[in-house]
């Protein structure tokens, strides 16, 4: 038996059907989303993996034993923020000989973004008590890291900025 075409339907080319259009979207969306990721990749630095790893790993028994010579002079830290002139207070307290001529460096590090990053040299102003000008943090977590400038000693906190104007650095972990 022999089929043949009804004349009295009319066909359209396939083009003007909407069913081949609906099915190549599907993956041409995909392809779209592809270059727009691998944009965002290449235009992006996350910042989260160091040039320097192999480095950073080789010296992280002088980073364990700077905190211990932190606990072992008793150092503890806790600052406030000056919202009004974004100026930063910190009080040292421990067994640490404080000579007038001291400072101090605290850096600030956000977990995710490094070109948010900042150190602050902060200067003795009073036996204990230092002083240093920040600038502006957005809000969020942030990592901070104190120690002196010799770098035989170092302490570690967070700080939620925007939420509290006072941090706590102690000899432990972050």
Known sequence: M???????IK???????PWPWLLMSGPAVVVVAGFVTLWLAIASDDGLVADDYYKQGLTINQT???NEAAAALGLRG????NPA????RLVLTGRYPLEKSQSLRLRISHPTRAGMDQVVVLSQVEKGIFEGQLV???AGRWLLTLENIEKTWRLNGTWQAQQTNSFI???GGR
Request: aromatic share 6%; net charge negative.
């Open 169 to 171: 650095l102690e000899s």
């Open 11 to 17: 066909t359209q080319p396939w083009y003007r059907e």
């Open 64 to 66: 364990l034993q700077r």
């Open 78 to 81: 806790e600052g406030t923020l």
């Open 136 to 138: 502006p943090l957005v």
């Open 2 to 8: 022999i089929i043949m075409p009804n004349p009295n």
């Open 85 to 88: 002139d974004s100026r930063l």
